[in-house]
Each structure stands twice: as structure tokens, then as C-alpha cells.
């Protein structure tokens, strides 16, 4: 999971501090991320490559829970679907 710094509010900074608390994420922050339109009006991350994009932190943190809860390996016995932040 990849953050832009100059798209760090303070409350991406919050969902950031939240999602590093999960030890199944590797979260990073990069200095630019190369996505400028994007990152000057929006909330982004991106999630395995792909742009993750909300107006708030609030529905980005939704829209990576349903990115993650699709990409969940069903064979995978160990994952708690109810444990993503």
C-alpha cells in the first residue's frame, strides 16, 4: 500500500498510522507517487498497483476494505475477513 506525502492531511495521516498497525500490510510513503492531478483534489493510495480514490479519508478507508475483501485468497483458512481495518 503506497502514500504520497504531499497527499498526507492530517487525516490520511490518521488511516495511514491505522492501516501500519495491520502486520498483514506493508504500508510505505513515497515522496511523489507521480499521480499529481489526482493526489492535489483527492484522497489516493494505491493498493497493488491500482489507484484508490475518495473525496475523505473516511470513504477511502471503505474503498480499501472492499478492495482487500475482493482480493482475498478463499483458499486462504488463516484470513478473519472480520480483522481489516
Partial sequence: MEFCV???????KMLKDELEQDPTLDVVEYGCLGNCGVCAERCFVFVDGESIEADNAVALREKIKKARAESVDPYDVDFDLDRLP
Fill in 6 to 12: 504531499n497527499n498526507l492531511s492530517d487525516e490520511m
